[in-house]
């Protein structure tokens, strides 16, 4: 009996509030520009979002196998320590590395089902350039800092790849990673990025590049 009556008290209460509500507003006069104002300021939100991905769009280049996508000269500054300039058919780009190994990675939209049909192409856009340390020790004592070597000015908190990644629905595009991984850096070598369906090839474009390749393997 004790928790009906609980229950009871518990309806009197909402039916007090309720009373309160109709006899202040009963006819409801407020509800149409609350409505509208809401709609409004939902329309607002969904262009800013769609303004963000229009952005993010531009910043992708379709994927066309075989082609060059990038050139990568190192040139050695210190122990372990190695100045990269970077180019992606703009001006070179000075990046300051540090270990033995270098790596790139790239993000890839890959458009699905009507898209796909219509003839859309696949986009990637170059994310991210880092050094490694071949001995384990020197790799754990690093230190992550955000958004160092990323290639692209967006921010992770607005990156639209990273939010279709984690949303991973696939109805209209799919996310894929390219990853270059642990090539030797070299005093003087010289590489060139090509892109194919499936993934990035470094292709050494001097002799010090080929001898780095080499000790790869």
């Known amino acids: 009996m004790q928790y009906y009556g609980l229950a009871g008290l518990v309806l009197v209460i909402v039916a007090l509030i309720l009373l309160a509500v109709l006899r202040a507003g009963w006819r409801l006069s407020w509800l149409l520009p609350w409505l509208k104002g809401n709609l409004l300021l939902l329309g607002v939100m969904l262009a800013g979002a769609l303004a963000i991905v229009a952005w993010e769009l531009q910043q992708f280049k379709a994927l066309e196998p075989g082609s060059n996508v990038a050139t990568l000269e190192f040139r050695k500054m210190g122990p372990q320590q190695f100045e990269l300039l970077f180019s992606a058919g703009t001006e070179p780009r000075s990046i300051m590395l540090e270990g033995d190994m270098w790596q790139l990675d790239a993000q890839v939209l890959r458009w699905?089902?009507?898209?796909?049909?219509?003839?859309?192409?696949?986009?990637?856009?170059?994310?991210?350039?880092?050094?490694?340390?071949?001995?384990?020790?020197?790799?754990?004592?690093?230190?992550?800092?955000?958004?160092?070597?990323?290639?692209?000015?967006?921010?992770?908190?607005?990156?639209?790849?990273?939010?279709?990644?984690?949303?991973?629905?696939?109805?209209?595009?799919?996310?894929?990673?390219?990853?270059?991984?642990?090539?030797?850096?070299?005093?003087?070598?010289r590489f060139g990025i090509e892109i194919g369906e499936t993934g990035l090839?470094?292709?050494?474009?001097?002799?010090?590049?080929?001898?780095?390749?080499?000790?790869?393997?």
């Not at 384990?136 to 692209?152: D, I, K, M, N, T």
């Not at 984690?166 to 642990?182: I, K, N, W």
């Not at 780095?212 to 393997?217: H, K, W």
């Open 112 to 189: 699905q089902g009507l898209a796909h049909a219509i003839g859309l192409q696949d986009g990637y856009r170059l994310h991210r350039l880092t050094g490694r340390y071949r001995a384990l020790e020197q790799q754990r004592e690093v230190v992550p800092v955000a958004h160092a070597g990323v290639l692209h000015a967006t921010p992770g908190w607005r990156d639209a790849w990273q939010w279709l990644d984690h949303l991973d629905s696939g109805a209209l595009l799919e996310t894929d990673a390219f990853v270059v991984r642990f090539i030797p850096m070299a005093e003087g070598a």
């Open 201 to 217: 090839t470094p292709v050494p474009m001097n002799r010090q590049a080929m001898n780095a390749m080499q000790r790869s393997q």
